[in-house]
């Protein structure tokens, strides 16, 4: 898909106007040093005045100058990395948690089809990216416009020949920087295009690994993992190369200025005109701190072009829709448990291949369980989806207990809900940490409660470490029967009213299924469920039974 640039631009010129207010102070501190550079170059140059003709004037006063100024500059510099690193920092937050926000409102729905190593990409590396536009660019675009101004002038005031060179001079930066700008763009484009690409494959070897291995793949998947990282190492070089051109023809220019003010006082220097070697040098001292703010500047130029190709990935991802305003939120749930209908609703994934559900409607009165039968792509999935809230139907409305499921913040369905899948979720940590993930402030008695309905123990006794056991990211180091035990008593601990179970065995083997199933039919007790399976797995469960793969029209029957 072509990538939107307009787009891009526009949100980039939004940041740096609302960032050059937040830069405000930096901004200040930045100024405030330039003129104490003036300054302490004043004093230096008559203390070499009168270091080369020692009768002429007496240095004790711009000693004095000179030394306070030093010691001032030198609380500036650290006054402003301290505000800098507190921009970026500010700026980071605020840019993760709005984009994290507009994907938590999107939900799984609206990110299908977009790689997860893409997203996660894109939310630390694309925003890491961001620091430098708000923490240093902004400010030093700001300080290079007005730092040389500043020095322009006080040379001018000094020697107006000598001011007029700075200026020409000055004119040419943009020239040189616009060149190597653009080469700087393009490369650090580069550069993130295969970043991403290393990352998306580094990420699907990662999970494939197994099977790379039994297939005798890993050398080759190992050299082409290594072709894709010379090929990040080589375009950052390239984005190198670039700025030492960019260094380079500043050189040249601060070379070109410092020989025109040279010329300029040589000739009545010669001649006898030991009055003007103050001025002299004065003019020639100020000419690196001329290019100073511009040098910050050029150090950072890569900072902007680096933010374009960041935005332009930011704002390819998919918008939440604008909503009305959502109806009373219901914070609670009763006791009794949760009812569930759904009525008349239909949802489309794909208009090309027809709705998946269409005019759907049944009730679940509370603590009662139904099975969703059908072949694949039937609907069983997308029932779930929908009650968990990662999508909303096209027509029709769902409730729960009555009111409408829309009604509920994510915070409030969280809480009432538990879901168990094929493949649970399981983050590198403890076996306890990930129980503890149901409701964290649980107690030790619950836990332990938790753990003997789920039956974790079973397996937990005979580890080293029990319950303290590490495990890696996914559940690496467990079976699948252990894992879902692992969140079946994690559902335990939670103690939600809703239960969704999705193809919770699909994965296990028999004498497995029979130890998930029984612990399971124990979780259901007092719940309201719903059960995604197939149909020989739906018999062991007592209630209603859903069958979407009927009729058009699915047919509801109460199953003994």
């Not at 990110?111 to 996660?120: C, E, P, Q, W, Y």
């Not at 902004?138 to 001011?163: Q, T």
């Not at 999970?207 to 993992?225: C, P, Y």
């Not at 009555?402 to 076996?431: E, M, N």
């Amino acid at each position: 898909m072509a990538r939107s640039v307009s787009p891009a631009k526009f949100w980039i010129k939004h940041e740096i106007k609302a960032g050059r207010r937040r830069a405000a102070p930096l901004i200040g501190l930045g100024l405030l040093g330039t003129l104490l550079a003036i300054g302490q170059i004043f004093c230096a140059a008559h203390l070499l005045a009168a270091a080369l003709h020692p009768a002429a004037a007496p240095i004790a006063l711009p000693a004095i100058g000179f030394a306070f100024a030093a010691l001032a500059r030198a609380g500036l510099i650290v006054a402003q990395e301290r505000e800098a690193s507190r921009l970026g920092i500010a700026a980071r937050r605020r840019l993760r948690s709005t984009t994290l926000g507009n994907l938590m409102a999107l939900g799984p729905s609206g990110l299908r089809g977009r790689h997860s190593a893409d997203i996660a990409s894109i939310i630390i590396d694309r925003i890491e990216a961001l620091d430098g536009l708000h923490g240093r660019w902004i400010p030093a675009a700001s300080v290079a416009l007005f730092g040389p101004a500043l020095i322009i002038i006080a040379a001018g005031l000094a020697d107006i020949r000598s001011g007029l060179i700075l200026l020409l001079t000055g004119l040419l930066v943009p020239v040189s920087m616009a060149i190597t700008g653009i080469g700087t763009g393009l490369a650090a484009r580069r550069q993130f295009t295969a970043m991403t690409r290393l990352q998306t494959r580094f990420l699907d070897r990662i999970r494939g690994i197994a099977t790379i291995v039994l297939a005798g793949r890993a050398d080759a998947e190992a050299a082409t993992l290594g072709q894709a990282a010379a090929d990040l190492r080589r375009r950052t070089m390239r984005i190198l190369r670039v700025a030492f051109l960019n260094a380079t023809a500043l050189d040249l220019l601060a070379a070109a200025a410092l020989i025109g003010i040279a010329i300029r006082f040589a000739t009545p220097l010669l001649a006898g005109h030991l009055a003007l070697a103050p001025t002299a040098l004065f003019c020639i001292l100020l000419v690196p701190e001329f290019f100073a703010p511009i040098r910050a500047f050029s150090a950072v130029y890569q900072d902007r072009m680096t933010a374009q190709t960041a935005a332009e990935d930011l704002v390819a991802l998919p918008q939440p829709a604008p909503t009305a305003p959502p109806p009373p939120i219901i914070r609670t749930v009763p006791a009794q448990g949760v009812a569930i209908a759904f009525e008349d609703v239909s949802f489309t994934w794909d208009e090309a291949r027809g709705p998946v559900l269409h005019n759907l409607s049944f009730r679940l009165p509370a603590n009662e369980t139904m099975m969703l039968v059908g072949p694949s792509g039937s609907g069983k999935s997308t029932i779930l989806e929908l009650l968990l809230g990662f999508a909303h139907p096209q027509s029709g409305r769902i409730t729960l207990n009555g009111a409408p499921l829309d009604s509920l913040v994510p915070a409030a369905l969280a809480r009432i809900t538990a879901i168990i899948g094929q493949k649970p979720f399981l983050f590198a940590g403890t076996i306890e940490d990930n129980i503890r993930l149901g409701r964290p402030e649980a107690s030790d008695a619950e836990l332990r409660d938790a753990i003997r309905l789920a039956r974790v123990a079973d397996f937990t006794d005979t580890l080293p470490r029990g319950l303290a056991t590490r495990i890696g990211d996914g559940g690496y180091g467990l079976s699948g029967g252990q894992a879902q035990r692992i969140a079946i008593a994690r559902a335990f601990l939670k103690d939600a009213k809703l239960l969704l179970l999705d193809e919770p065995t699909a994965q296990l083997d028999p004498a497995t299924e029979r130890d998930v199933l029984d612990s399971l039919k124990r979780l259901a007790i007092g719940r309201t469920v719903i059960l995604a399976s197939h149909a020989a797995f739906a018999h062991e469960f007592t209630g209603r039974k859903l069958d979407l793969g009927t009729t058009r029209t699915p047919h509801l029957e109460g199953v003994a």
